[in-house]
């Protein structure tokens, strides 16, 4: 939903699907697949990401990592916060 105020950059997209999806844990490729966007794009955006504190890595499965939003990111809160107003107010 955040799409709607920022538009469709790749950094959007991520924080969005890792919000709308966060009952689970998603490794790049998987986030990289939903949304569209190449794996490149979410290795580039990714460093800002952790640099932020906006992800955790959950869990390791072989050599796959598997990341979900940081909702102990004040940041995070806030920007589910704005989502889930942006939801309400343009249902």
Do not use: C
Not at 12 to 29: A, C, P, R, S, Y
Not at 67 to 74: E, G, T
Request: hydrophobic letters at 40%.
């Amino acid at each position: 939903m955040l799409k709607t105020l920022f538009g469709d950059s790749v950094i959007v997209k991520i924080i969005d699907f890792l919000l709308e999806n966060n009952e689970g844990d998603h490794t790049k490729e998987e986030i990289s697949r939903s949304i569209r966007v190449s794996r490149a794009q979410i290795h580039r955006i990714w460093p800002r990401l952790t640099e932020l504190e906006l992800v955790v890595e959950t869990r390791r499965i072989g050599h796959a990592k598997l990341y979900k939003a940081n909702m102990d990111s004040p940041i995070m809160k806030n920007l589910e916060a704005l989502s889930k107003n942006l939801q309400r107010n343009h249902s």
